[in-house]
């Protein structure tokens, strides 16, 4: 399995490599030190280590400015922030790549709906499906833009869908072709799994504003919390004033103790994502050979950190998913059950056996309980524990009698 994904896994350490370059010498032009790491308190006024921070990300993503925070308390609540910040009533949001994930429905949510949503606003909202093949569906995109969209979202990673994720690459045709149709939208990215997967990211590739959670790739595993945005100087700072207050914005916020692990968690970063995507490669090829159907297939280019497989039935799916908590250092004794979960819209089921609460650069897998019973899994901070996780979900498939390895597959 391994001998065979070496091509693969090469790939991936070049990237890594490039990436972790990358990380550095952003580091280095803005001259992180020690002292940038202590944190203020209160008001978190001329707090060098917020500013530089700041800088360093805006650096590595290529945007003209970023604003990274713990105060930012999922990536869902960085993208609402990101979007509230830029739209205004009257205005219209487009998702061009299909129904956003799942705790963005909310967001969205109804006209009237009494929540805050964007809708309650007056912001309203369309998107486009995307074609069968999990392309995007240029006639009804250009069809459904008109003067007030304000907005253009596109989803990076594949979410709970059984789709392809955009690589970036893909992303800045997006951007050509919409602002061809309407120079003044303002492309959104969420980015949510993608960094540091490719040698660029969407802000180098003309999108204007992007976010993410640092419980994911860009924290290293490190971050305890918190989210960036990224993009444009105005779209930035529009993200802010909605972050604290209009007129306050960035320039306050304590960052308490949260900065050394943010900045060596960044350093970290491409390190552990390569460490992650290997594990989706070797999780894709062995659930491959078994015969079940994989997304992405093991050998295609990646461009997030998700590996998703079809078991087509649900015991399948959960006894997957209680596999990798049974392999994780943290909480491996407790059994995982399909639960109601805040902003989802079917039962989920997740293994989460990580150091930070949710963190999904860490080995973990969920799945939504509906047909096809589909999981998804992502991270792993080495390697070595991906695998791990990997062969320990295929044993108990195994001891639970609902997969059989015929002898040539051993
Ligand atoms: C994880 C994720 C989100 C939301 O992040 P939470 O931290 O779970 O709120 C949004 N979009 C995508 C594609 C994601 O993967």
């Not at 429905?105 to 995307?130: C, F, M, Q, T």
């Not at 015991?315 to 989802?344: K, N, R, S």
Request: proline content about 5%; charged content about 20%; some cysteine.
């Amino acid at each position: 399995m391994e001998e065979k994904a070496q091509g693969a896994f090469r790939r991936i350490d070049g990237i890594a490599e490039r990436n972790q370059w990358k990380v550095i010498e952003a580091f280095k032009r803005h001259q992180v030190s020690d002292f940038h790491f202590a944190g203020s308190t209160g008001y978190g006024y001329n707090d060098r280590g917020r500013e530089i921070l700041d800088l360093v990300y805006a650096d590595v993503f290529g945007a003209e400015a970023a604003l990274v925070r713990p105060h930012f308390a999922s990536g869902t609540h960085t993208i609402s922030c990101a979007l509230f910040g830029v739209l205004r009533p009257g205005d219209e949001l487009l998702y061009v790549t299909g129904r956003p994930y799942d705790t963005l429905h909310k967001v969205i949510g109804k006209p009237g709906d009494g929540k805050g949503s964007l809708r309650d606003w007056g912001v309203a909202y369309n998107e486009v499906a995307l074609l069968q093949d999990g392309g995007i569906d240029w006639p009804s995109v250009e069809a459904s833009i008109h003067e007030g969209t304000r907005v253009i979202g596109v989803q990076r990673s594949r979410g709970y869908d059984w789709r392809a994720s955009f690589t970036v690459a893909e992303i800045g045709e997006i951007v050509q072709r919409v602002k061809a149709i309407k120079p003044d939208v303002l492309v959104f990215v969420d980015n949510c799994y993608g960094e540091f997967t490719e040698l660029l990211e969407p802000t180098e590739v003309g999108v204007d504003l992007m976010a993410g959670s640092l419980i994911k790739n860009p924290g290293g595993g490190l971050a305890e919390t918190g989210g960036y945005i990224a993009g444009s100087r105005a779209a930035v700072e529009a993200a802010s004033y909605r972050l604290t207050a209009p007129g306050i914005g960035a320039e306050v916020g304590a960052m308490l103790g949260t900065l050394r692990s943010m900045y060596q968690g960044l350093f970290l970063a491409p390190h552990l994502v390569g460490q992650a995507v290997k594990g989706s490669v070797f999780a894709a090829a062995l659930f491959e050979q078994l015969g079940f159907e994989s997304k992405p297939r093991w050998q295609e280019p990646r461009t997030d950190l998700i590996q998703a497989v079809r078991f087509g039935q649900a015991d399948h799916l959960i006894a997957f998913v209680q596999g990798i908590q049974a392999a994780a250092a943290v909480d491996a004794h407790v059994v995982p059950e399909p639960w109601d979960m805040p902003g989802y819209e079917n039962p989920v089921i997740m293994a989460a056996g990580t150091f930070i609460q949710g963190g999904s650069l860490e080995l973990s897998a969920d799945a939504p309980i509906r047909e096809p019973y589909i999981a998804y899994m992502q991270g792993g901070l080495t390697y070595a524990h991906a695998k791990y996780g990997v062969l320990t979900a295929l044993r108990r498939l195994v001891e639970s009698g609902l997969i059989v390895i015929k002898p040539h597959m051993s």
